[in-house]
């Protein structure tokens, strides 16, 4: 009986050895999945609260300002289908054998191919026996090339031929990037504008789709100008002949004998008008004359 009792004690504080151990291993695994759950928690983005008293709200709202300024996602697309935009710019001279045919002929020709005149000018020179024609002309610059070699075919002899071609295709796209940043801008202040409910903040959406619709009208000006200096190339024409019978008898008698009585007459004028401008020198000499005159008949009559 004394051995039962002194071993029932024993029994017991193993037992109590192998709960506790169970419990240790239970709460372990706890610990375990408590630190694996929080090591998983650390790939989420925490939410920042500004310290500065900014709400989210406000951030929000600056973000899509930001965003608002950022190019379009198909503004990249845009640009990389836009097409080479190419000026072309040329000045010719040459002489010619019938100015007066020559001219007909690229005057034809250009109506033929859809351009225009910008400026037509004529000079004759008798001295140097010398008619000349300058034609300023625009046409579609598909038609250019084409129309350039018609002009040299009337040519004697080509003094001198220049052309130039101008590529202002990243202009153009830097343009157009620009105008569609500042519409996309105009719209999401337009939306402001509905949502708006203080006058201050009414007053300051207004000024700001001002300031932006004058820069989209800027912008789309030089989109205009530069479509049409694209779609329309220029070309100085200059031809002359030194033909004395297509020169307004600039070598006859009667011409130049007409050259002198001209001359004189406008040296007659020049003289005319020059004295008329002396008019107070020459009261000055009357005044003078008329005093002399007078002092003299004073000192006759007291003789």
């Known amino acids: 009986m004394k051995r039962l009792l002194l071993i029932m004690p024993l029994i017991l504080t193993l037992g109590a050895c192998g709960n506790e151990k169970k419990t240790n291993a239970a709460e372990a695994e706890i610990v375990l999945q408590k630190e694996a759950g929080n090591s998983a928690k650390r790939f989420v983005p925490p939410v920042v609260v500004p310290d500065n008293g900014e709400s989210a709200d406000d951030i929000s709202s600056e973000e899509s300002a930001s965003d608002a300024a950022k190019p379009m996602a198909g503004n990249t697309s845009t640009a990389s289908n836009t097409d080479k935009k190419i000026i072309k710019e040329g000045v010719i001279r040459f002489e010619t054998g019938n100015v007066a045919d020559t001219r007909k002929e690229i005057l034809a020709s250009l109506k033929k191919m859809g351009g225009y005149v910008d400026n037509d000018s004529e000079t004759t020179d008798g001295d140097e026996n010398r008619k000349e024609y300058t034609l300023d002309i625009r046409i579609p610059a598909a038609n250019f090339d ?31 990037t620009r105008l ?52 329309y190339s220029s070309l100085s024409i200059t031809f002359y002949t030194k ?21 004189g007459v406008g040296t007659i004028e020049s003289i005319l008008f020059g004295i008329i401008a002396l008019w107070p020198l020459w009261l000055a000499v009357v005044i003078v004359y008329w005093l002399i005159r007078r002092w003299a008949k004073r000192n006759t009559l007291k003789e």
């Open 180 to 231: 569609d940043n500042k519409k996309l801008l105009e719209a999401r202040y337009l939306d402001l504008l509905k949502k708006a409910t203080k006058i201050s903040d009414l007053l300051e959406i207004e000024n700001k789709l001002t300031e932006i619709r004058s820069d989209i009208e800027s912008t789309q000006s030089q989109l205009n100008y530069l479509n049409k200096q694209v779609a």
């Open 243 to 263: 033909q004395a019978e297509q020169v307004a008898s600039g070598n006859g008698f009667v011409y130049k004998l007409q050259k002198a009585l001209g001359n």
């Open 146 to 176: 084409g129309f350039v070699s018609n002009v040299s075919a009337t040519a004697v002899k080509i003094d001198s031929r220049s052309i130039r071609a101008t590529d202002v295709t990243t202009q153009y796209i830097d343009n157009k």
